[in-house]
């Protein structure tokens, strides 16, 4: 027994000895440090970031969400390197290098990451290998509270990920495209007050710049083409949405040849009737995109964009219109957090009016008022690409990312495929797995856009294998 317990603790210890601290939570400076990074910082570089390290006019913050969210996965050597190399902004590199690494003890101590027994080394080389996560590991989703208030629905709503039943029967031959014309990669689809269904693809391919195709189609509830339109309007298409007008909303995520990063809305019959955003500008503002997801018109006109693609960099946020297309205010910085997103990828509200965010890289659907308030956030529909809300308060979520390996997509546990549940009680009722052989090995598989019509039948676009799927119960 006794030599089982010394094992153990050897094994441990030479370990720690080999690895050295992975994280900022790791104990990777000392309090001595840190009070005398207090002293350094108070000399030279006060006068501009303030006494809270909350910044002051140009000079950004060096404690708290913001900066945490935009140095959040990279290194305490790269922090290191940035500020020594940068800072203080008059005079560059002017301090030796132990008052730097004194400096940046002390920023950790204040963004409230725990001292240890060694103190934070002084070139930036030994460093590279120690994350800053602005939240603990153990518990990487959320803020503590947050994540007291918010547990319950993942514990008693999940039982099992990808337990529930399939009762659906898979169809991927139901679009009937005129002769010629191949569907191409989408996230993109909704059906009208008719039944109809409106795809809006990536011309064939996988993207619609240079292409003389119509990208955006109508069908009928039979799966009969109908009629196109769209060509040479659209780089990148990613996100419909029909209003209660039936009008067709379409958001191009990029930016190329003088187009891009808008969203616009048509009425039913091709004529484009506004655009929102700067046409080919991707730049996150009150009247600009940087790469708008999704766009969402409330019942009362309100428009909502959801903008920002790309993990790590750009915005992560939601953005409000009011009816006559006037900017109202945007919400969301990238992060981790509750409240924060990392590319919000699609949107959904339910009757009570709650918008829906299918927060992708944080493995989450979060819940929001229409003012920007958080109400909720649910991981148990797993890695959403698309969501959406039927009449009758069903939640249709479409996981076409999550990968058991570490890396993009990571999350373990779950499979990839369409989770179909109940928006009112965050309950997953049935799952259909998506087929793709190969998934750990590709970054997308099966649907990323879906829509359902409320009356049995579910859709779902999806960009590897160039198809929209209807999904329904057999009789
Ligand atoms: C004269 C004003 C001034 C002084 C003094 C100054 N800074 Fe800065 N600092 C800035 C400005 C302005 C920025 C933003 C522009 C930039 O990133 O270069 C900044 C940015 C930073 C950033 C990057 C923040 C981020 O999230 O990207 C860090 C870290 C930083 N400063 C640390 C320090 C430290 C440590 C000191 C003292 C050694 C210091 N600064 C002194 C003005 C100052």
Redesign the pocket.
């Known amino acids: 027994m006794a030599l089982a317990i010394g094992a153990g603790v050897f094994v441990a210890g030479q370990l720690r000895a080999q690895d050295g601290p992975k994280s900022v939570w790791d104990g990777v400076y000392t309090e001595a440090q840190a009070e005398r990074g207090k002293a ?2 108070t000399q ?2 006060v ?3 303030g006494p809270d390290l909350a ?1 002051t ?6 404690a708290g969400p ?2 945490l969210s ?2 959040n996965g990279l290194s305490v050597g790269e ?1 290191l390197d ?2 020594r190399t ?5 005079q560059p590199a002017s ?1 030796d290098r132990a ?2 690494a004194d ?2 003890a002390y ?1 950790l101590k204040f963004n409230g990451f725990p001292a240890g027994q060694t103190e934070l080394a002084q070139r930036s080389e030994f460093l590279t290998g120690v994350r800053i996560d602005a939240f603990k590991p153990e518990a990487p989703k959320l803020a503590a509270s947050a994540a007291d208030a918010f547990a319950h629905d993942a514990a008693e709503n999940a039982p099992a990920p990808n337990s529930q039943p399939n009762p659906y029967a898979t169809d991927t031959g139901f679009f009937k495209l005129p002769v010629g014309r191949t569907m191409g990669s989408s996230s993109a689809v909704g059906v009208d007050s008719k039944g109809h269904v409106w795809v809006f693809d990536r011309c064939g391919v996988n993207s619609c710049a240079g292409s003389k195709l119509d990208p955006v189609m109508e069908f009928d509830a039979k799966g009969n083409f109908l009629k196109a339109f769209g060509a040479g309007l659209f780089n990148f298409p990613h996100g419909l949405f029909i209003d209660a007008k039936d009008h067709v909303w379409l958001a191009d995520n990029r930016v190329e040849g003088g187009k891009g990063a808008q969203v616009f809305e048509f009425d039913a019959t091709g004529k484009r009737l506004r655009a929102l955003g700067k046409a080919g500008i991707s730049a996150e503002g009150p009247d600009t995109f940087a790469e708008p997801n999704a766009v969402l018109v409330a019942p009362n006109g309100a428009i909502f964009v959801a903008d920002g693609h790309s993990s790590g960099k750009g915005p992560a946020r939601i953005v409000k219109f009011d009816a006559s297309g006037r900017f109202v205010k945007a919400w969301g910085v990238r992060g981790p957090g509750a409240g924060q997103l990392e590319v919000p990828h699609a949107l959904a509200m339910d009757s009570k009016g709650r918008l829906f965010v299918a927060d992708r890289w944080n493995n989450r659907v979060v819940i929001f008022n229409q003012d920007g308030k958080l109400l909720d956030i649910w991981s148990q529909f797993g890695r959403p690409s698309g969501v959406f809300i039927d009449r009758n308060d069903v939640l249709y979520v479409a996981d076409s990312e999550s990968r058991e390996a570490t890396g993009y997509g990571h999350n373990p546990g779950w499979k990839r495929g369409l989770r179909i549940g109940s928006a009112r009680t965050g309950k997953v009722e049935a799952f259909i797995p998506d087929t793709a052989a190969d998934a750990e090995q590709q970054a997308t598989s099966g649907a990323e856009g879906i829509t359902a019509d409320g009356r049995g039948a579910i859709y779902g676009a999806q960009v590897l294998q160039k198809a929209v799927a209807r999904y329904a119960k057999p009789p």
């Open positions: 350094a910082y030279s570089c006068f501009c970031h910044g006019g140009e000079a950004k913050p060096v913001e900066f935009s140095w922090l940035r500020t940068t800072m203080p902004q008059q301090l008052a730097y400096i940046l920023m």
